[in-house]
């Protein structure tokens, strides 16, 4: 008896692994890449800009007629830094600049006590603190953005030496910017700024106390480097 139950035991056994030999494979189990990490917005950041700014000048006198308005323009280069936070697809960040720029124009108008001499306009450097607020789509940046200006504002008529202020104006503008690498974004942006007035006097403009007015319009380009890598 007990041999016949080892026989069988041995008969289990050998079907078993046949039966099992029969059976299909298991396949390995598929590979799954991580997700992609969502960029984040969220950030301090150092960057460069540079573009091209024209806009409208006036010179005007008591007494006299005005210039009426007449063309500045010019190109600008400078430095950007700034920082943002992310809530959800909102971002609010605060921003400022300084920028050298090569701004002039001229009216050969005999209004505004500039005789026969040029009416000259120009600003050599130009700064702003503006915030910012907008939406994200992953690493596409949508923004408006609005603040204060400051300005170098020179007059002069003719070969009179330039008078020079430092305005403070307003600012507004948008723009889009992308994060084309983990840690750099690239943006391209509008801005207006009116810089309001300075006063010119006879050593300067060659006539009675002349308002000079200033606005520029500002279209750049810009490179930044975030810190922090996509988790922050």
Same mark, same amino acid.
């Given at each position: 008896?007990?041999?016949?139950?080892?026989?069988?035991?041995?008969?289990?056994?050998?079907?078993? =692994?046949?039966?099992? *030999?029969?059976?299909?494979?298991?396949?390995?189990?598929?590979?799954?890449?991580?997700?992609?990490?969502?960029?984040?917005?969220?950030?301090?950041?150092?960057?460069?800009?540079?573009?091209?700014?024209?806009? @409208?000048?006036?010179?005007?006198?008591?007494?006299? %007629?005005?210039?009426?308005?007449?063309?500045? @323009?010019?190109?600008?280069?400078?430095?950007?830094?700034?920082?943002?936070? =992310?809530?959800?697809?909102?971002?609010?960040?605060?921003?400022?600049?300084? /920028?050298?720029?090569?701004?002039?124009?001229?009216? %050969?108008?005999?209004?505004?006590?500039?005789?026969?001499?040029?009416?000259?306009?120009? %600003?050599?450097?130009?700064?702003?603190? !503006?915030? !910012?607020?907008?939406?994200?789509? /992953?690493?596409?940046?949508?923004?408006?953005?609005?603040?204060?200006?400051?300005? /170098?504002?020179? *007059?002069?008529?003719?070969?009179?030496?330039?008078?020079?202020?430092? =305005?403070?104006?307003?600012?507004?503008?948008?723009?889009?910017?992308?994060?084309?690498?983990?840690?750099?974004?690239?943006?391209?942006?509008?801005?207006?700024? /009116?810089?309001?007035?300075?006063?010119?006097?006879?050593?300067?403009?060659?006539?009675?106390?002349?308002?000079?007015?200033?606005?520029?319009?500002?279209? !750049?380009?810009?490179?930044?480097?975030?810190?922090?890598?996509?988790?922050?």
């Amino acid at each position: 008896m007990k041999r016949i139950f080892i026989a069988a035991a041995i008969a289990l056994a050998a079907g078993g =692994q046949a039966l099992a *030999a029969d059976l299909p494979q298991p396949y390995p189990a598929p590979y799954i890449p991580p997700p992609v990490p969502v960029f984040s917005w969220t950030g301090v950041y150092l960057g460069v800009n540079g573009g091209y700014a024209f806009g @409208d000048s006036n010179w005007s006198a008591p007494g006299l %007629s005005s210039t009426g308005n007449f063309s500045t @323009d010019g190109g600008l280069i400078g430095g950007t830094v700034g920082a943002n936070y =992310q809530w959800g697809a909102f971002v609010l960040g605060i921003e400022a600049d300084a /920028d050298w720029q090569n701004l002039n124009g001229s009216s %050969s108008s005999f209004a505004a006590g500039c005789g026969t001499f040029a009416c000259q306009t120009q %600003s050599d450097w130009l700064a702003t603190v !503006r915030g !910012r607020a907008g939406y994200a789509f /992953d690493r596409i940046l949508i923004y408006g953005t609005g603040g204060v200006a400051f300005a /170098d504002l020179q *007059a002069a008529a003719g070969a009179f030496p330039f008078s020079s202020t430092t =305005q403070v104006g307003w600012t507004a503008g948008a723009g889009i910017e992308w994060a084309f690498l983990p840690n750099w974004t690239a943006k391209v942006e509008y801005l207006y700024a /009116d810089l309001g007035n300075q006063t010119c006097y006879f050593a300067n403009c060659g006539g009675p106390p002349t308002t000079v007015s200033l606005t520029e319009n500002m279209i !750049r380009a810009g490179v930044n480097f975030k810190f922090g890598g996509w988790g922050w």
